[in-house]
C-alpha cells in the first residue's frame, strides 16, 4: 500500500474542471455514484467539494443545503453529502478515508451553522457503507428505497 499523501478539501473551482472531467470509475462503483462530469450543479445551495493531494483533484462529492436534506433529517441545520467519488487511477491510497476524516472540521471552518452530515448508501455497497462507519458517520437503522435498491441513511454528527 502507498503512502498516503496529505489532502485537502475545497470548494469547486473552474481549474479543476478537466481533471475532474476525465474521473473514472470501474463498473462495480458507478453505479452507486455519479462521476463529477455528470453532476449537474444549478442549484442554490448546492456545494460542489474537491478532494486535493498535491494539488491535484483526487476526489469529489457534494454538499446540499437545500429541501433534499429534509428527504433525510428533520435537522434545520444538517447537511447532505452526495455524489462522492475517488477517480480510480487513485483508488488504494486512502484518499476516501482521509477525505470523509477532514470533513468535520472542513464544515466547521466553511459550514459553521451545520451540526449533522446525512448521507444514503446502497445496502449493496459494503465497502462504501464500511467507509462511511470507519470515519464516524452513524448507522441509526432508517432505510429508505432508492432507484437501486435499498438506502441506508447515515449521519455524522458535528
Known amino acids: ?3 498516503t499523501s496529505a489532502i485537502e478539501l475545497v470548494h469547486f473551482l ?5 481533471v475532474l ?7 462495480e462503483q458507478s453505479r452507486f455514484t455519479a462521476l463529477p462530469k455528470e453532476i449537474s450543479i444549478e442549484k442554490v445551495g448546492q456545494y460542489p467539494i474537491v478532494i486535493l493531494s498535491d494539488n491535484v483533484p483526487v476526489g ?12 433525510y433529517s428533520n435537522n434545520p441545520k444538517a447537511m447532505l453529502l452526495t455524489a462522492l467519488s475517488i477517480d480510480h ?9 482521509k477525505g470523509m476524516l477532514a470533513l468535520s472540521e472542513f464544515i466547521k471552518g466553511k459550514f459553521k451553522e451545520c451540526d449533522e452530515v446525512v448521507l444514503v448508501v446502497n445496502h449493496k455497497n ?3 457503507q464500511n467507509l462511511y462507519l470507519n470515519v464516524g458517520f452513524v448507522d441509526n437503522g ?3 428505497m ?5 438506502q441506508i441513511v447515515m449521519n455524522l454528527y458535528i
Open 142 to 144: 432508517e432505510r429508505r
Open 1 to 3: 500500500m502507498q503512502k
Open 21 to 27: 472531467n476525465n474521473f473514472e470509475l470501474p463498473n
Open 89 to 97: 487511477k487513485h483508488q488504494g491510497n486512502g484518499y476516501a478515508k
Open 126 to 128: 459494503i465497502p462504501a
Open 60 to 71: 469529489f462529492f457534494v454538499l446540499h443545503a437545500t429541501e433534499r436534506v429534509k428527504e
Open 146 to 150: 432508492g432507484p437501486i435498491g435499498e
Open 14 to 18: 473552474e481549474d479543476y474542471v478537466d
